[in-house]
């Protein structure tokens, strides 16, 4: 059973730091490129940041770029999102997706398992 769960997600003070993991079981997870994307309330699905398979290649949203980080761990088929610098404007549900292939990393469609979420709240 493919499972994949998120984890480290809660509310921060602006500027601060937090970190995202992302659990994955019952797939060959080193086989997959693996994404973050994120839903505000009201939003459509934004692609956040993603990295291939072998951890070699990484890709960013602009919006993100320069103060969120991607990194995977093959042996402990875990993916990571470390944010600094957070805005309000990134609160939101943020999902990670695994994609066995895909045209391009930033559509979502692209990716063939999802987990369910967590909650991150950037708020003074």
């Known amino acids: 059973q493919v499972q994949l769960v998120e984890s480290g997600g809660g509310m921060v003070q602006p500027g601060r730091s937090l970190g995202l993991s992302c659990a994955a079981s019952?797939?060959?997870?080193?086989?997959?490129?693996m994404g973050w994307f994120r839903q505000a309330p009201g939003k459509e699905r934004e692609f956040v940041a993603a990295i291939n398979w072998s951890g070699g290649s990484t890709y960013y949203a602009d919006s993100v770029k320069d103060r969120f980080t991607i990194s995977r761990d093959n042996a402990k088929n875990t993916v990571y999102l470390q944010m600094n610098s957070l805005k309000v404007e990134d609160t939101a549900v943020y999902y990670c997706?695994?994609?066995?292939?895909?045209?391009?990393?930033?559509?979502?469609?692209?990716?063939?398992?999802w987990g369910q979420g967590t909650q991150v709240t950037v708020s003074s």
């Open positions: 019952g797939f060959t997870f080193s086989s997959y490129d």
């Open positions: 997706a695994a994609s066995l292939w895909s045209s391009s990393v930033y559509d979502p469609n692209g990716y063939q398992y």
